[in-house]
Structures are given as structure tokens and as C-alpha cells.
């Protein structure tokens, strides 16, 4: 199983980016996928999933900023960031897990990709 993710980048207060996670291999019909994120001297975080009927899940400071989505053909996941500030700026990881629920635990997820950085400046 490989992810890819891409799409993160320098932007002031405010702003929107989507980032998105190309994923192949994962060929089951439950699974989830769930974006984390790192800033430097922190641990890592959840930020949001999506399970595979679409179910999802974030974290409280980005709920109703960000919005996760899978593609139709269920081998990408997005994630929508808007109203970004400067403490969602992070490395910012797409994972994926054989769970059927739209776990927030990142040991749950087997797989990630490598990240994409995201800096927010105000």
C-alpha cells in the first residue's frame, strides 16, 4: 500500500489550501482514511477521516474550517482547509487503516504517506 501526499504550501491568514493523498493498493471494501498532523516539537495530531460509507470525524479546532472527502473512485482523500491560521501550520500526513470506522488513534493506521508541509503566516 502507498500514499502520496501533496498540495501543502505557504499562505498568509485566512487563506484556503486542499491537499490531497493519492493511495494505491489498498484494495478492501472497509477501510478508513485519516490526515494527521506534526508542528515541530509537537506530537502528532488527528485532524480528520472519512471511513469507507463516508462516515467522519475532526478535530475540534478545525471543525467547520476543514472538510475531508474521499474520491469517487475511492483512491484519493482530500482534505479541504479553509480560514487557515498560524497554528495549523504543521507537516501534514494522510494515513490509512484496514479499520472500518473513522478512527482518530493514529495507531490504528498502518499506513502513511509522507508529508506535506503547511505554513500559515499572518
Known amino acids: 500500500v502507498q500514499l502520496q501526499a501533496y498540495g501543502g504550501g505557504q499562505v498568509q491568514v485566512g487563506d484556503s489550501l486542499r491537499l490531497s493523498c493519492k493511495i494505491q493498493?489498498?484494495?478492501?471494501?472497509?477501510?478508513?482514511l485519516g490526515w494527521f498532523r506534526q508542528a515541530p516539537g509537537k506530537e502528532r495530531e488527528f485532524v480528520a477521516s472519512v471511513n469507507w460509507i463516508g462516515r467522519t470525524k475532526y478535530l475540534g479546532s478545525v471543525k467547520g474550517r476543514f472538510t475531508i472527502s474521499s474520491g469517487n473512485a475511492k483512491d484519493t482523500v482530500y482534505l479541504q482547509m479553509n480560514s487557515l491560521k498560524p497554528d495549523d501550520s504543521a507537516v501534514y500526513y494522510c494515513?490509512?487503516?484496514?479499520?472500518?470506522?473513522?478512527?482518530?488513534?493514529?495507531?490504528?493506521?498502518?499506513?502513511w504517506g509522507q508529508g506535506t508541509q503547511v505554513t500559515v503566516s499572518s
Open positions: 493498493g489498498l484494495i478492501i471494501n472497509r477501510y478508513a
Open positions: 494515513a490509512g487503516s484496514t479499520a472500518g470506522w473513522p478512527s482518530t488513534d493514529r495507531s490504528e493506521y498502518a499506513y
